[in-house]
Nanobody, 124 residues
Framework: QVQLVESGGGLVQAGGSLRLSCAAS????????MAWFRQAPGKDREFVTF????????YYVNSVKGRFTISRDNAKNMGWLQMASLKPEDTAVYYC?????????????????WGQGTQVTVSS
């Protein structure tokens, strides 16, 4: 299995940028696809983006497309979420996650490994 730890959250003004990091340990990181989810107060955990095990393919939900970029470096056991042009509605706790199997689900229930989350707050 793999352990995930996020960092890099914080408070930023609307229009600003943040880069979140996800450090992996345990089993070989390249064995897992990786996704980012977010959860705002009172809302369900929302799928944001994923990247395949090799990093060759990515997918974004429409609300972040063109503003967020997911990346990974398997040699460093690291993943990142670069967020730009941030909006107040991006405010949430952000989680990196990995599925145990070969698929890349778009729902939280499909993921087996989670970090503890990092808070992102965007002020207007």
């Amino acid at each position: 299995q793999v352990q995930l730890v996020e960092s890099g959250g914080g408070l930023v003004q609307a229009g600003g940028s943040l880069r979140l990091s996800c450090a992996a340990s345990g089993r070989t990181f390249s064995s897992y696809a990786m996704a980012w989810f977010r959860q705002a107060p009172g809302k369900d955990r929302e799928f944001v983006t994923f990247i395949t095990r090799s990093g060759g393919n990515t997918y974004y939900v429409n609300s972040v497309k063109g503003r967020f970029t997911i990346s990974r470096d398997n040699a460093k056991n690291m993943g990142w979420l670069q967020m730009a042009s941030l909006k107040p509605e991006d405010t949430a706790v952000y989680y990196c996650a990995a599925p145990a199997g070969p698929g890349i689900p778009a729902i939280a229930g499909g993921y087996d490994y989670w970090g503890q989350g990092t808070q992102v707050t965007v002020s207007s």
